[in-house]
């Protein structure tokens, strides 16, 4: 086969191939004006029909409704007039009657705000959550510094966890205000490695966290704590806590020899 026989048999096979998606999205159309009838009134449903065809504000309008079947969902992102308008995708998005795999794929296209909401939706599977939190993790530089803090105040617990450890001052404080976190969450942060100065000091003053007991201990325990917070820690710690203290090779000399101090305090008082 020469040059010009293969550029003829590409076109050819080419506008198959439009022919074929054209015949498929008629289907789709012709599959959806067929539910018309049952998810309108009939009087719009008269206007439907006549028309010929489905607009955004109908297709937004099925998209949001828990009633409509799942097929009928389906059918609307076949049809690339009606699956094109952001409007549609966020609502279907949304829908826990989207098939699962339709969902995960229009996540990517949700702005920040509409992720968000999403993440705070009862009714989307664990599964859709996950992914939602990792899209808008990865999202999270590019958000202002106000949505952040907005967000920590009433953020569910998996999307808590991420902002817990924002670099961002503000946005720990916040979210350490947050109902649903637990000491639990407060100690593991603490032990992790990479946790920065600043969020450690930022536990150290918190009201409602810098006097627990394990939330003390363990922030003594991290050399990252500035030392002006962990010696203010440091008393009414029993002693055996103390001398488990007294034996992390991490934290500096200067810490040991406060500590020490409160050791020797502690063999007074006895």
Do not use: C
């Not at 705070?120 to 106000?146: V, Y």
């Amino acid at each position: 086969m020469d040059k010009e026989s293969r550029k003829h048999h590409h076109l050819q096979e080419t506008e198959k191939l439009h022919e074929s998606l054209k015949r498929f999205i008629k289907g789709s159309q012709e599959k959806l004006l067929s539910f018309v009838p049952k998810l309108f009134d009939e009087e719009k449903a008269g206007i439907i029909i006549k028309r010929g065809y489905l607009d955004e504000s109908e297709a937004e309008f099925l998209a949001n409704r828990k009633e409509t079947p799942s097929e009928v969902l389906k059918l609307i992102t076949e049809i690339p007039e009606l699956y094109q308008h952001y409007s549609v995708k966020s609502a279907l998005a949304k829908n826990p009657k989207t098939p699962l795999g339709i969902s995960k794929a229009l996540l990517g296209f949700l702005l920040k705000r509409d992720l968000y909401k999403l993440i705070n939706s009862k009714e989307i599977s664990s599964g859709l959550r996950k992914i939602s939190i990792d899209l808008l993790q990865k999202k999270l530089p590019e958000i202002p510094l106000g949505e952040k803090i907005s967000m920590a105040k009433n953020a569910p617990r998996d999307l808590l966890l991420v902002l817990l450890y924002d670099k961002e001052p503000m946005v720990l404080e916040t979210a350490l205000w947050n109902p649903r976190l637990t000491e639990i969450d407060i100690i593991t942060l603490m032990q992790k490695k990479n946790t920065v100065s600043s969020s450690l000091e930022v536990i150290a003053t918190h009201k409602k966290w810098k006097n627990r007991y394990q939330v003390r201990f363990y922030l003594t325990k991290n050399p990252k704590t500035p030392f002006s917070a962990s010696v203010s820690l440091l008393e009414n710690f029993l002693k055996q806590d103390l001398e488990i203290l007294l034996s992390n090779n991490e934290i500096s000399d200067k810490l040991k020899n406060e500590i020490s101090k409160q050791i020797k305090i502690k063999l007074i008082d006895l």
